[in-house]
Structure formats: C-alpha cells, structure tokens
C-alpha cells in the first residue's frame, strides 16, 4: 500500500485533471456551440478544485520529515 502522502498527492493531481478536462470541454463546447456535456457549474467547480487543494496540503503535511545525514533539524 501506498503512504497517505502519495494516495493524497494522486488523489488531488486526479481531480485537477478533471478540473482540466472539464474547462477543455467547456471551451471546445462554447467554440463549436454545442451543449458541455460535462458542465459542472460554478459551485461544483470550486468544489473540485478546493478538493484538490485540500487534499495536496493534506499530503504535504503528512509527509514524514527526514533529517540530515548530521542528525541536525532538516530546516
């Protein structure tokens, strides 16, 4: 299984690619006046990426803290 840091990173590199092919898909809609057949709408849009962000942050946080080779405080 995978750490939490990576399953969080994956999972929020996943929704902002659906965030991406979303707004694709609105503008290739709006330029051939078709209807978005994957129109999420404002709400749900922030929705998604707020996700996204979430879940990066998540990951950034529970990934462990490695020291230097001295032992020293990494920072």
Do not use: W
Not at 18 to 38: C, D, E, F, H, Q
Not at 52 to 67: E, M, N, Q
């Amino acid at each position: 299984m995978f750490p939490p840091s990576r399953t969080c990173h994956a999972l929020a590199a996943l929704l902002m690619a659906a965030y991406v092919v979303a707004v694709l898909a609105g503008k290739i809609a709006s330029t051939t006046g078709r209807p978005n057949p994957l129109a999420l709408g404002d709400v749900g849009e922030f929705l998604v990426v707020l996700a996204s962000i979430v879940l990066f942050v998540t990951g950034v946080l529970a990934t462990p803290v490695r020291a230097d080779n001295n032992g020293g405080d990494p920072r």
